[in-house]
């Protein structure tokens, strides 16, 4: 590795950078964070000392289903807005080549290089949930950067999801009539976590039958049974008075919109827009934001110490030297493995300290 | 063994003839093991024989193979359902048009070249445009940087038209054009110069490109969303079927789809499924089948494989007119007959021992003529590596008129027809097409085959296969993989397009601004952008803008405000 | 914890030609060679590429350009990665460029640029041989 081009990186001079705005800086952190380069939790923590306060959005869905269509033109209203905009594109790694082909950007080509806009693709290296091990870190990241408005589009196809639903305040599940078939089986995971739906491409054939069976889900999972709810919004439901949909949710909760749009035209994106809006309206009037964001801060903080001890414990000789030893024992028959885990468990904890 | 329709056979007669076949049939079959067990215990040279689309191949083809065909799959050439070709004296008549495709720099450079090529007996004249100019974009545009001239002729306005066609009579020659998202402004170019000519526009004869689907699929060289593209080229049959009876106002073109990667057995259904796509616009918007069907015309790619290649113009014309008479109710023959030109496949050159393409180009030819094309390209041997230069494009030139005049093959119409091998081909190639068809269908048609990405995915696929054989060995490409001559350096004289092509072209655009009638142009392009908006006929709005010297992009960009843009689906 | 560092690639189609066989195929092969690879499509502005570049942080550009627009392309890729501070970025890739032309973009300090019928893994070499030698820390 060529030692001139290592100190014209540091860190601290990325960090510096990052702080004058630089989104070469902003660029050059997310790879520190995503290669979890040594020292990347310093940086982090570095970076970290602005409040969080970006509004975020989730998109997900079966691959193929416009997100990044989607995507796109809500990052065109947003800057239209006068906001700045960071885009968070997940893809998975192909298990076999550890390689990825991260094609999300072409669908953005039309928001590629304004100023106001950052886009980052990035691959899920092995990790399971739809989202890279350290994407909910990178988010962080670029809300630091200060982006009012961060978009993240992972992949979900029905157990996947739970993710982003950690890491966003609005979760956008967006599907095709194509994918009528597999609803069934991802329809429980979706449920559980979207705020919106989305039935995407609402031209074809399949579309309103789509609508229609997600909003007979959505209700039978809240076990109400909303007499002439589709007859009084609609066959789309149309959020023209949000006062309506705030009385409604005050007491239920949040019920999820169901939405069409056509990415390809730009139809419902309006729509799609003022539900994201009424749903950040009701996140934050309700308390449940506060809720969410102390829920994200403590699985936060507890995916970290996991990460740390992992990684301590990995590392720790007295670990490492007891087990040496003690598979022996396992082999022989005087112990099993789990005596000894709990041994060595004891022992770090104690030791290591 | 044939039973003629001419001579009406008596019951008795059928009788015997029938078990007369089922004798021969059994002696056949008994012969055939015999000869297996021989096959089975020699040596091989592969354990599978495949076609260039991968289709095993048996080592020997019988009567046995088709002993169940319908002999009316066959008929006569001229006659439903062409399989032996769409006229009824093919080249005892004429011999196809020999068709080369060139262009580059500015419309004066190409107009030498066409001239040129005129006086060494080509018979027909094929316009290859500059990317900008495929784009819609003026030379002087900032997304033109770099590209003006380059690939082709530019041409940003009816100006260039009428410099690249200058001296050459257009009521004389067909001139095909290679133009698809801006086709709708090039042909109204095109026109306007012949107009300018004193040339009526109903004796013209040539061919438009303008086949947009293939665009969305292969080529990429697309402007417009489908449906207002698809709009654009309905309005064109419905004028030339009009204004231009002797003109093809759409080639609907496979080479792309091939080039890009697709096999021959894609390549020839994905165009077939577009044609009928087009056909289905047409009707639509009210136009009467046997209208429009005579005018259109097809383009495919001939590659390596010899025998598929051939089988592949014969099936297309026989699924073509099945479909246009049976499906469509076309009564008029000329709407069931299918006229193609072909082009030997840009693909299967390489770039070491590049003289060596000279070969494969002519065996490529040899398979369109004895397929029945209509007219031909012959590859230069230089084109992987740059525009031909004159020697080339001669050689390549020269390589038709050597098929044409010495080896014999025009004497005769369809001479493979009847092989066992050709003709089990043909009806193999038949039946995987439809299996692809009715693919195409449950994807709910061809557009939102292209809006989810299924073809481009297809042709990726297909082109990734064939790379990995390549590599792997499996697929011989000779200088390439196997008889290759260690580290030759390839040194081989190439055209160069001089930078001053660039200045030269946008200082025309700058002085055609300050000559021509300003208000005119704004009066004819506010006209075009009230049509887009309504469903007139485009046509007539254009070709006004054209006669008053409206460029390329401003036509282009008054269309798009109203159309908007077309965004890529990218799939691997 | 540090990872073994992934090789990223944007693979771009700079210019108005629409062929992207080979992008196509260059990108699938990288992918499956185990690099990271953020494909742009197509008619991309030499300002959008770099515009990527810098924000997916990437290792290597490679283009492709068949339209003979090279020696416009390649070098204002260049310059602008320059400009942004990403020198160290590698400029490769493949298409139909006469042999001059190649020995002059070389010399302006361009990567190895292939011609039709290279092996991918040719080229696949080359991407990691440079990456093994040159990659920056990130």
């Known amino acids: 590795m060529d030692e001139s081009r290592l100190t014209s990186t540091s860190m601290n001079e990325v960090l510096e950078r990052f702080k004058a705005g630089k989104p070469a800086a902003l660029s050059r952190g997310i790879s520190i964070v995503e290669n979890q380069r040594d020292g990347f939790e310093a940086f982090l923590h570095a970076a970290m000392q602005t409040k969080l306060q970006g509004r975020r959005i989730g998109l997900t869905g079966p691959p193929g289903a416009g997100k990044s269509s989607l995507v796109a033109l809500l990052t065109e209203f947003y800057i239209s807005q006068g906001e700045r905009v960071g885009v968070l594109a997940v893809d998975p790694t192909s298990p076999q080549t550890g390689g990825a082909l991260l094609g999300d950007r072409i669908r953005m080509n039309d928001i590629a290089i304004d100023e106001n806009v950052f886009i980052r693709s990035m691959a899920t290296r092995g990790s399971l949930g739809g989202l890279a091990a350290t994407t909910k870190e990178i988010l962080d990241l670029m809300d630091c950067f200060g982006f009012d408005r961060l978009l993240a589009e992972t992949v979900g196809v029905g157990q996947t999801e739970f993710e982003i ?41 399949g579309s309103d039958k789509l609508v229609k069976e997600v909003r007979q889900a959505i209700h039978l999972r809240s076990g109400h049974n909303f007499k002439g709810f589709a007859g009084h919004h609609g066959p789309v439901i149309e959020v023209h008075d949000t006062a309506e949909l705030n009385e409604l949710d005050d007491e239920l909760g949040w019920e999820p919109l169901v939405l069409k749009t056509n990415a390809l035209t730009g139809e419902g994106i309006q729509e799609l827009t003022q539900a994201i809006e009424s749903h950040e309206e009701w996140i934050q009037g309700s308390g449940e934001l506060q809720k969410r964001r102390k829920l994200r801060t403590e699985v936060r903080i507890r995916e970290v110490m996991h990460r740390e001890l992992v990684n301590r414990s990995i590392a720790s000789r007295t670990v490492n030297k007891i ?31 | 063994m044939t039973i003629r329709e001419k001579d009406v056979p008596n019951i008795s007669e059928v009788v015997k003839a029938l078990s ?47 002993a169940e065909a319908d002999p009316g799959l066959l008929g006569l050439p001229g006659n439903y359902p062409y399989t032996r070709g769409p006229y009824a004296t093919m080249y005892r008549s004429k011999l196809w048009t020999m068709r080369q495709f060139a262009g580059f720099a500015t419309a004066e450079d190409t107009n030498a070249r066409y001239k040129y090529l005129l006086d060494h007996g080509q018979t027909g004249l094929s316009v290859a445009f500059d990317f900008p100019t495929l784009m819609g974009f003026d030379s002087d545009h900032s997304r033109s940087l770099g590209e003006v001239g380059v690939c082709g002729v530019a041409v940003s306005s009816t100006l260039d038209m009428e410099e690249l066609f200058e001296g050459i009579p257009l009521d004389k020659v067909s001139v095909s054009m290679t133009i698809n998202g801006p086709a709708i402004i090039l042909f109204c170019f095109y026109i306007a110069a012949a107009e300018k000519q004193g040339v009526d526009t109903r004796v013209l004869r040539g061919t438009i490109q303008n086949d947009i689907l293939k665009e969305y699929q292969a080529q990429h060289a697309w402007i417009f969303p489908p449906n207002p593209a698809l709009r654009c080229i309905v309005d064109m049959f419905d004028w030339c079927s009009e204004n231009t009876p002797k003109y093809n106002p759409i080639s609907i073109s496979g080479y792309h789809i091939r080039e890009a990667g697709a096999t021959a057995v894609e390549e020839l259904a994905f165009t077939l499924a577009n044609g009928f796509e087009y056909v289905e616009k047409g009707l639509e918007s009210g136009l009467d089948i046997d209208s429009f069907a005579p005018q259109l015309s097809f383009f495919f790619d001939v590659h390596n494989d010899f025998f598929e290649e051939i089988a592949k113009l014969r099936a297309a014309r026989r699924i073509w007119a099945r479909r246009m008479r049976k499906v469509y109710g076309a009564k008029n023959p000329a709407s069931w007959r299918l006229r193609t030109h072909c082009q ?229 | 914890m540090s990872e073994e560092r992934r090789v990223r690639v944007l693979v771009a189609k700079p210019g108005l030609d629409g062929h992207d066989r080979g992008a196509k195929v260059i990108a699938s092969a990288f992918r499956d060679a185990g690099f990271e690879v953020i494909y742009t499509g197509l008619h991309q502005t030499p300002e959008m590429i770099v515009s990527a570049a810098v924000q997916e942080d990437v290792d290597v550009v490679a283009m492709s350009v068949l339209s003979g627009a090279h020696m416009t392309l390649f070098p204002r890729v260049k310059e602008l990665l320059g400009q942004a501070g990403a020198d160290n970025v590698l400029v490769t890739g493949g298409g139909i460029i006469p042999k001059d032309d190649v020995k002059e973009l070389e010399d302006m300090g361009i990567g190895r640029l292939f011609g039709p019928g290279t092996s991918t893994k040719e080229s696949i070499a080359y991407v990691k041989e440079w990456f093994a030698i040159h990659a920056v820390s990130r």
């Open chain 1, 165 to 205: 639903a950690r890491a966003v305040d609005t979760v956008v599940v967006v599907l095709v009539p194509e994918s009528g078939d597999s609803i069934q089986a991802m329809k429980a995971g979706l449920m559980e976590i979207a705020d919106i739906f989305i039935v995407n491409k609402a031209d074809r054939p």
């Open chain 2, 344 to 572: 030997t496949a840009g693909v299967s050159l390489t770039a070491q021992q590049a003289e060596n393409n000279i070969v494969r180009v002519a065996y490529q030819a040899m398979a369109a003529s004895l397929g029945g094309t209509q007219s031909l390209h012959t590859n230069s041997m230089d084109e992987t590596l740059a525009l031909p230069t004159e020697k080339a494009a001669r050689i390549a030139l020269r390589t038709q008129q050597i098929l044409a005049y010495e080896s014999g093959i025009p004497n005769t119409i369809d001479p493979l027809a009847g092989s066992f091998y050709v003709e089990t081909l043909t009806d193999n190639i038949e039946r995987e097409a439809e299996i692809i068809f009715d693919e195409i269908e449950t994807l709910g048609g061809v557009v939102p085959g292209i809006e989810s990405g299924w073809f481009q995915q297809k042709i990726a696929h297909s082109a990734m296969r064939q790379q990995n054989e390549i590599e792997s060995g499996e697929r011989t490409v000779v200088g390439v993989n196997q008889f290759t001559e260690g580290s030759e350096s390839i040194e081989i004289d190439t055209l160069k397009i001089d930078k001053e092509v660039e200045k030269r072209q946008i200082a025309k655009i700058v002085a055609l601004k300050k000559s021509r009638d300003e208000s005119k142009v704004s009066e004819c392009l506010s006209a075009l952008h009230q049509a887009c908006r309504t469903d007139e006929n485009l046509v007539p709005k254009i070709l006004e803008c054209a006669r008053s010297y409206c460029t390329l992009f401003e036509i282009r960009d008054v269309m798009q405000e109203v159309f908007g843009s077309y965004k890529e689906p990218v799939f691997f």
């Open chain 1, 323 to 353: 087990l040496t030893k003690r598979v022996e024992a396992v082999l022989s028959g005087h112990a099993t493995p789990y005596s000894v885990a709990m041994e060595l468990v004891d022992q770090f904890l104690e030791k290591d300290q």
């Open chain 2, 20 to 66: 007369e076949r089922d004798q021969e049939i059994s002696d056949l079959k008994a012969k055939l093991l015999k000869w297996e067990s021989t096959y089975e215990r020699a040596n091989k040279r592969k354990a599978v024989f495949n076609s260039g689309s991968g289709t095993e191949i048996s080592p020997l083809y019988t009567d046995l193979d088709r």
